[in-house]
């Protein structure tokens, strides 16, 4: 069965960096789009972050854009989230997403990224 | 950009009553999903392509709707049922979500 293992995540002061993975298995990882959604506590989900299949293309909501890049390693079956220059508000858990259709259909269980003031 | 509007944003009800959420867009949309979360977990998938459940949720639960307005219809609500609902369509590269609305006893 599908399983996406985020990790990576932990405290950071404002300003700083973070590099969150998403370890991928039982799908053919290679042949998926894939996104980063995240939650802030107590609040909705809020997209972050889109990769082609094959790396080709990437999208970024405003909200990230500029300080934040997606990529991947297919060989590896691994996706990546770097973050630069975080902020109080990027505080959340951030879920790796498998999309099926128009519609995720797989999540990881989410890892917590807290950036201190 | 697409914006959906979920509401009511809280709906107390109690086990057995009918549940009706709606998702509104701002433009039209082809397909919309819904997914339900509880507290601690990551969101699940119920209802893709507006009214198809995904294979094993229980088929009290109901998604219909077209263009820009949509619903998710619980028929008798099950303590499990307890939860917050999310609506979502894909746009070009990237997916919205709606604020939830929060269905609790």
């Known amino acids: 069965q599908v399983q996406l293992v985020e990790s990576g995540g932990g405290v950071v002061q404002a300003g700083g960096s973070l590099r969150l993975s998403c370890g991928a298995s039982?799908?053919?990882?290679?042949?998926?789009?894939m996104h980063w959604v995240r939650q802030a506590p107590g609040q909705g989900l809020e997209w972050v972050s889109f990769i082609q299949y094959d790396g080709t293309n990437k999208n970024y909501a405003d909200s990230v854009a500029g300080r934040v890049t997606i990529s991947r390693d297919n060989s590896k079956n691994m996706l990546y989230l770097e973050m630069n220059s975080l902020r109080p508000e990027d505080t959340a858990i951030y879920y790796c997403?498998?999309?099926?259709?128009?519609?995720?259909?797989?999540w990881g269980q989410g890892i917590l990224v807290t950036v201190s003031s | 950009e697409i914006v959906l509007t979920q509401s009511p944003a809280t709906l107390s009800l109690s086990p057995g009553e009918r549940a009706t959420l709606s998702c509104r867009a701002s433009?039209?949309?082809?397909?919309l999903a819904w997914y339900q979360q509880k507290r601690g977990q990551a969101p699940r998938l119920l209802i893709y392509d507006t009214s198809k459940r995904l294979n094993g949720v229980p088929d009290r639960f109901r998604g219909s709707g077209s263009g820009t307005d949509f619903t998710l219809t619980i028929s008798s609500l099950e303590p499990e049922d307890f939860a917050v609902y999310y609506c979502q369509q894909r746009g070009h590269w990237l997916l919205t979500f709606g604020g939830g609305t929060k269905v609790e006893i």
């Open positions: 039982g799908f053919t990882f290679s042949g998926h789009d």
């Open positions: 433009q039209s949309v082809n397909y």
């Open positions: 997403a498998k999309p099926s259709g128009s519609c995720i259909d797989s």
